[in-house]
Nanobody, 115 residues
Framework: QVQLVESGGGLVQAGGSLRLACTAS????????MGWYRQAPGKQRELVAT???????NSADSVKGRFTISRDNAKNTVYLQMNSLNPEDTAVYYC?????????WGQGTQVTVSS
């Protein structure tokens, strides 16, 4: 089992920044891709950004140039640096980690961007 704990969410004004962190514990060897999804009220969960164990990244077009995903394999932690936030980024952000074809999820952290 892999447990994921997110931190760093909160309330920020438009144009501001936040940094999310997600740390994996439990059986953490052979964790593959990690990343972030988000879900806004009334909308489906959508991909924000992913990063492989080797450091290859992918992100949604809506966050390119504003959000940066990074990873510290020694700490089993994935980060999401979010800059130039706007109200459309308001959502619950969920961390995930993939291991042997199974996806583990964190409990989610709320990000609210005020206009």
């Amino acid at each position: 089992q892999v447990q994921l704990v997110e931190s760093g969410g909160g309330l920020v004004q438009a144009g501001g920044s936040l940094r999310l962190a997600c740390t994996a514990s439990g059986i953490t060897f052979n964790i593959g891709a990690m990343g972030w999804y988000r879900q806004a009220p009334g909308k489906q969960r959508e991909l924000v950004a992913t990063i492989t164990s080797g450091g290859t990244t992918n992100s949604a077009d809506s966050v390119k140039g504003r959000f940066t995903i990074s990873r510290d394999n020694a700490k089993n932690t994935v980060y999401l640096q979010m800059n130039s936030l706007n109200p459309e980024d308001t959502a619950v952000y969920y961390c995930y980690a993939a291991r042997f074809g199974y996806a583990y999820w964190g409990q989610g952290t709320q990000v609210t961007v005020s206009s």
